[in-house]
């Protein structure tokens, strides 16, 4: 019998597709628009749930995984069924009063996975968890990636680079990211678009930075005036990198890796510039023109990676530069939970290699006298001030400019920002 769309049952199913995806090696957000594709006409609701389900069970993998091999000899073969349990024990823990209903509605699920043979299974491992809870969360305590729900190879590496905080940082990492906003300057001010929430009943306060930060997530249909661009939704973290880079009227920028466009609207809010704002994925590159679309605001939009600038380059030199590029993301992780078990320590080498390609081919583009203004979403050394120190001893032009006293920014991720990292370098005449 096929399971009821409004169930609870059926969001796990669901949830279940999407982390067995993941754990196979799939991107998070594909494994997420491939469900939505097979599942048109999902109440926003019921696809809400789904969604909730499957993140919380990636930022828990590390330690429900742990207690699955504590349950069971060998994991099921079938990996829509280990990751059903694994999205089960992720809801026990933050919802322990439902313990019955989420049982019940577990079994149900694995009813429509293959033919119900795992029904009995299920509900074995889920009662022998709770009759064990105590005992198996006090040795998860015992072991560091069941403890801290990263890898271990991350763990190491944050405990070196971050020694007073790579517990915090941890801490954050496992938790629900903040929402931010990001008034349109050219439409309204930060303290009118405050009030507009007020009067909507959205509780929000102005954070560092002009930041809006909402005292709870909500969806954007329900932001007055989303839809009219008169705000936006972006970190806080992410809305330094505009006031950094300090643009001015009559400037050509280049936002070199510029989807989804967050950073891009924001230049332009902040200043009328000629801007060029490019995008090695053309998909990637068609959100940056509907995002402008929605706010109101022009730029030149191309699909081209910015490494190959005899494909992109008008022989112009641009006033400034943003490049925010590829990185491990590891400073937004609680807004990406799969990126920690699918990343490699190896990938960090590798996305430093592109970093470096990137800042050499841009530097041929910056005037004499412009700024460029480095950032990335990662609290990983190789990819921050080791990366900027070895690109300033390689060119003799470039001068680090200072950021608040520092010779760059690193932004740990907290209650109201995700962690990332600026450098400010200039170009000498």
Known sequence: MPLADSSLAYALHGAATVVAEVIAGRNLNEALAGLWRDRPGLPSGQ????????YGALRRFGRDDFHLSRLMDTPPRDGQVRALLLVALSRLAVRPEEAHTIVDQAVEAAGVVARGRYKALVNGVLRNFQRRRAELETAALQDEVARWQHPRWWIARLRRAHPDDWQAILAAGNGRPPMTLRANRRRIAETDFLARLAQADIGARLVEGGAILLERPLPVERLPGFAEGLVSVQDAGAQ????????????????????PGGKTAHILETAAVDLLALDADAGRALRISENL??????????????REVDAWWDGREFDRILADVPCTASGVVRRHPDAKWLRREKDIAQFAR???EILDALWRVLAPGGKLLYSTCSLFPEENSRQVAAFA???????????????????????EHDGFYYALLEKQA
């Not at 696809?47 to 909730?52: C, E, F, P, T, Y």
């Not at 390689?394 to 760059?408: F, K, T």
């Open 47 to 54: 696809r809400g749930a789904m969604q909730d389900l499957a």
């Open 240 to 259: 330094r990198a505009a006031p950094l880079l300090e643009v001015h009227d009559g400037m050509r920028v280049l936002d070199a890796c510029a989807a």
């Open 293 to 306: 679309f929605r706010l109101g605001l022009q730029a030149r939009v191309q699909p081209a990676d910015c």
């Open 354 to 356: 592109t970093q470096g």
């Open 393 to 415: 001893a390689r060119q003799e032009d470039c001068m680090r400019l200072p950021i608040a006293g520092a010779p760059g920014l690193q932004l740990l991720p907290t209650e």
